[in-house]
Structures are given as C-alpha cells and as structure tokens.
C-alpha cells in the first residue's frame, strides 16, 4: 500500500522568509500524481499545488514551489517571502493514477512569526 | 459560488443518536467523496461515488451509509452514533475517476458526540 509520510510535525518561519516543507512517499508505480493541501484555522481544504510524477519538470505556483526528486520519492513544498496568510497545516498527498483513492500525509503545521 | 457545499458546518449530538451530513457540488464533477480527519488531523478516504456508483468503501462500519441521490449530491448518514464518530468529515469532489484529476474539497462538518 503506498504510504506518505511528512517528518515534521511543525515548522515555523518568519515573515518573508523562505521555508520547506518535507513529504516522502512510497510507492512501486510510475503513473501518479503528487499534491499539497494547504488547511487554514477556518478548515477548509485548499489546494495548493500539484505534479504528474511522468514530468520532470517541477511544479510552480506563484510563491509555492516543488521539488520533486522520483527517484528518491521526495516532494518537498517551497514557500517563498512566506507571509502571515500561509500559516497553516500543510498536507502531502499521492493519487495513483487511475485510482480515486488520495492518501494523506499526517500534515505539518506551519507558523509565520511576523 | 461556492463549489462544494456541506450542511451542517458543526453537529452536536448524543451517542445512539442517527444523523446525516449533505454534500452538494456545483462543479458538474462526475467522482465524489467522502473523507474523515481524526482528532490528530489525519484525513482518510471513506467512499467514493462515480456518476451515483459506489467506487469505494473503505472498510469503514457498516453504520454509515452514503447515499448518491444524483450526480451533484453525496450525503452521509450515521446510524447510532458513537462516541469514536467524533471527527470533521469533508466532502470532495472531482471531474472524474483519473489519478491525476484534483479533488476539491468542501469545508468541513465537525461532528461532536456526547
């Protein structure tokens, strides 16, 4: 079964700074697609970026960024010039392709000092 | 617009009690879901519906039954609630079965059990 996993429970980075979020996954398929969830305190899911692993180049979205390393089964989350707003929990997440099933990392929680 | 509606946000309730959550989308997505993110944040798939077609059923007990009046609608009921039923339960939606399509979620209902 593939499992993700994010090793930092809690992050935190001052305004305007840059942080990485860490998010590993294991899988024996090569046709899957990556995402981060961002959760606010309001609860909401929201989607922040996502990758198709057949693509080598990594995924951009305004200030977030991927980098996605296959081989390894790494995809980290980028936050530049973090600002108060990002403050939030941060989930990975794996979809294989052709499946409905989306499996959850256990999330990090970010906090932006000001 | 909102995309993905769920009614009630907050539900409070005794243990034995039955209830049901609603879950409406307006996005003319054809896949919906329902998912369970426990007391330590962790989500988890429960079903998932295809054109009112029951996909998956992750061994979840046999007391929630979802139920697909329509494309556009996936409700949750729960007989004789418990005590571990206790959790926020999203909705989600996406255009279709395939891997690398996004699911969008709604806000949440929090489920309390007394």
């Known amino acids: 079964a593939q499992t993700v996993t994010q090793s930092q429970p809690e992050m935190s980075v001052q305004e305007a700074e840059t942080v990485t979020l860490s998010c590993t996954y294991d899988?024996?398929?090569?046709?899957?697609?990556l995402f981060w969830y961002k959760q606010p305190p309001s609860r909401q899911m929201i989607l922040v970026i996502r990758?198709?692993?057949?693509?080598?180049q990594n995924a951009t979205e305004n200030r977030f960024s991927v980098n996605f390393q296959k081989a390894a089964k790494s995809f980290s989350l980028k936050i530049s010039d973090s600002q108060l707003g990002d403050a939030a929990m941060y989930f990975c997440?794996?979809?294989?392709?052709?499946?409905?099933?989306?499996?959850f990392g256990k999330g990090t929680k970010l906090t932006v000092n000001p | 617009d909102t995309a993905v509606s769920q009614t009630p946000k907050y539900l409070v309730t005794q243990m034995g009690n039955d209830k049901s959550i609603k879950c409406e989308q307006n996005?003319?997505?054809?896949?919906m879901y329902w998912y369970k993110q426990d007391s330590k944040k962790f989500l988890k798939i429960m079903f998932s519906y295809n054109n009112k077609e029951l996909i998956i059923n992750e061994t979840v007990p046999n007391r929630f039954s979802p139920k697909s009046p329509d494309k556009a609608h996936l409700n949750l009921h729960i007989n004789s609630l418990e005590l571990g039923d206790s959790a926020v339960y999203f909705c989600?939606?996406?255009?279709?079965?395939?891997?690398?399509?996004?699911?969008?979620f709604g806000p949440g209902t929090r489920l309390t059990v007394l």
């Open positions: 989600a939606s996406s255009q279709d079965m395939a891997g690398g399509d996004t699911q969008y």
């Open positions: 899988t024996s398929e090569s046709d899957y697609y």
């Open positions: 990758q198709e692993a057949y693509k080598q």
């Open positions: 996005l003319g997505h054809d896949t």
């Open positions: 997440a794996y979809r294989q392709g052709g499946s409905e099933k989306l499996v």
